[in-house]
Nanobody
Framework: QVQLVESGGGLAQSGGSLRLSCAAS????????MGWFRQAPGKEREFVAA????????YYRNSVKGRFAISRDNAKKMVYLQMNSLKPEDTAVYYC???????????????WGQGTQVTVSS
Protein backbone atom coordinates (compact mmCIF):
# COMPACT_ATOMS: atom_id res chain seq x y z
CA GLN A 1 0.00 0.00 0.00
CA VAL A 2 1.41 3.36 -0.99
CA GLN A 3 1.97 6.12 1.52
CA LEU A 4 2.69 9.72 0.57
CA VAL A 5 4.16 12.18 3.05
CA GLU A 6 4.58 15.84 2.22
CA SER A 7 7.01 18.25 3.85
CA GLY A 8 8.52 21.66 3.26
CA GLY A 9 5.53 23.89 3.79
CA GLY A 10 5.66 27.00 5.91
CA LEU A 11 5.43 30.75 5.86
CA ALA A 12 6.92 32.80 3.04
CA GLN A 13 6.73 36.42 2.03
CA SER A 14 5.27 37.50 -1.26
CA GLY A 15 7.94 37.00 -3.90
CA GLY A 16 9.69 34.35 -1.86
CA SER A 17 10.27 30.67 -2.47
CA LEU A 18 9.49 27.32 -0.90
CA ARG A 19 10.29 23.79 -1.93
CA LEU A 20 7.81 21.05 -1.14
CA SER A 21 8.82 17.41 -0.99
CA CYS A 22 6.74 14.26 -1.16
CA ALA A 23 8.16 10.94 -0.02
CA ALA A 24 6.48 7.83 -1.34
CA SER A 25 6.58 4.34 0.03
CA UNK A 26 5.35 1.20 -1.66
CA UNK A 27 6.20 -0.62 -4.86
CA UNK A 28 6.55 0.57 -8.43
CA UNK A 29 6.71 4.30 -7.77
CA UNK A 30 8.26 4.98 -11.15
CA UNK A 31 5.21 3.68 -13.06
CA UNK A 32 2.84 6.36 -11.79
CA UNK A 33 2.08 9.95 -12.55
CA MET A 34 2.63 12.18 -9.54
CA GLY A 35 0.73 15.37 -8.97
CA TRP A 36 0.38 18.30 -6.63
CA PHE A 37 -2.96 19.79 -5.68
CA ARG A 38 -3.88 22.55 -3.27
CA GLN A 39 -6.90 23.57 -1.26
CA ALA A 40 -7.52 26.98 0.23
CA PRO A 41 -10.09 27.52 3.00
CA GLY A 42 -13.61 27.45 1.64
CA LYS A 43 -12.47 26.41 -1.82
CA GLU A 44 -12.35 23.17 -3.74
CA ARG A 45 -9.15 21.24 -4.16
CA GLU A 46 -7.44 22.34 -7.36
CA PHE A 47 -4.77 20.93 -9.60
CA VAL A 48 -1.35 22.56 -9.47
CA ALA A 49 1.11 20.40 -11.41
CA ALA A 50 1.81 16.84 -12.52
CA UNK A 51 4.73 14.87 -13.88
CA UNK A 52 4.63 11.70 -15.93
CA UNK A 53 6.40 8.52 -14.95
CA UNK A 54 8.54 8.03 -18.04
CA UNK A 55 10.27 10.97 -19.67
CA UNK A 56 9.03 13.30 -16.97
CA UNK A 57 6.59 15.36 -19.00
CA UNK A 58 5.11 18.11 -16.89
CA TYR A 59 1.83 19.99 -16.83
CA TYR A 60 0.84 23.05 -14.81
CA ARG A 61 -2.19 25.12 -14.07
CA ASN A 62 -1.91 28.45 -15.85
CA SER A 63 -1.56 30.57 -12.73
CA VAL A 64 1.66 28.83 -11.65
CA LYS A 65 3.36 28.44 -15.03
CA GLY A 66 6.80 30.00 -14.98
CA ARG A 67 6.81 30.17 -11.16
CA PHE A 68 6.47 26.55 -10.03
CA ALA A 69 8.46 23.52 -11.15
CA ILE A 70 7.63 19.88 -10.46
CA SER A 71 10.31 17.21 -10.53
CA ARG A 72 10.80 13.65 -9.41
CA ASP A 73 13.56 11.29 -8.38
CA ASN A 74 12.38 7.75 -9.02
CA ALA A 75 15.36 6.15 -7.31
CA LYS A 76 14.56 8.00 -4.09
CA LYS A 77 10.78 7.80 -4.58
CA MET A 78 10.53 11.55 -4.17
CA VAL A 79 8.51 14.27 -5.86
CA TYR A 80 9.27 17.96 -5.48
CA LEU A 81 7.49 21.22 -6.11
CA GLN A 82 9.75 24.24 -6.31
CA MET A 83 7.64 27.35 -5.80
CA ASN A 84 9.14 30.73 -6.71
CA SER A 85 7.68 34.24 -6.88
CA LEU A 86 5.04 33.20 -4.39
CA LYS A 87 1.85 35.23 -4.14
CA PRO A 88 -0.69 35.49 -1.31
CA GLU A 89 -3.18 33.63 -3.52
CA ASP A 90 -0.86 30.60 -3.42
CA THR A 91 -1.77 30.18 0.25
CA ALA A 92 -3.31 26.72 0.71
CA VAL A 93 -2.74 23.21 1.96
CA TYR A 94 -0.70 21.42 -0.68
CA TYR A 95 -1.24 17.72 -1.34
CA CYS A 96 0.85 15.16 -3.17
CA UNK A 97 -1.10 12.55 -5.13
CA UNK A 98 -0.57 9.48 -7.27
CA UNK A 99 -2.30 8.80 -10.55
CA UNK A 100 -2.10 6.70 -13.69
CA UNK A 101 -2.27 9.54 -16.20
CA UNK A 102 -1.80 13.28 -16.19
CA UNK A 103 -5.20 14.61 -15.23
CA UNK A 104 -6.35 17.81 -13.56
CA UNK A 105 -9.26 16.27 -11.66
CA UNK A 106 -8.65 15.12 -8.10
CA UNK A 107 -10.86 12.05 -8.49
CA UNK A 108 -8.41 10.68 -11.08
CA UNK A 109 -5.76 10.24 -8.38
CA UNK A 110 -5.97 7.25 -6.06
CA UNK A 111 -3.53 7.99 -3.25
CA TRP A 112 -3.00 11.18 -1.28
CA GLY A 113 -0.72 12.57 1.36
CA GLN A 114 -1.91 14.39 4.45
CA GLY A 115 -0.98 17.81 3.09
CA THR A 116 1.39 20.58 4.08
CA GLN A 117 0.38 24.17 4.78
CA VAL A 118 1.82 26.98 2.67
CA THR A 119 1.11 30.52 3.78
CA VAL A 120 2.27 33.52 1.76
CA SER A 121 2.13 36.92 3.42
CA SER A 122 1.78 40.13 1.46
Amino acid sequence: QVQLVESGGGLAQSGGSLRLSCAASGPVFSNYVMGWFRQAPGKEREFVAAISWGVGSTYYRNSVKGRFAISRDNAKKMVYLQMNSLKPEDTAVYYCARGTAIRTTASEYDAWGQGTQVTVSS
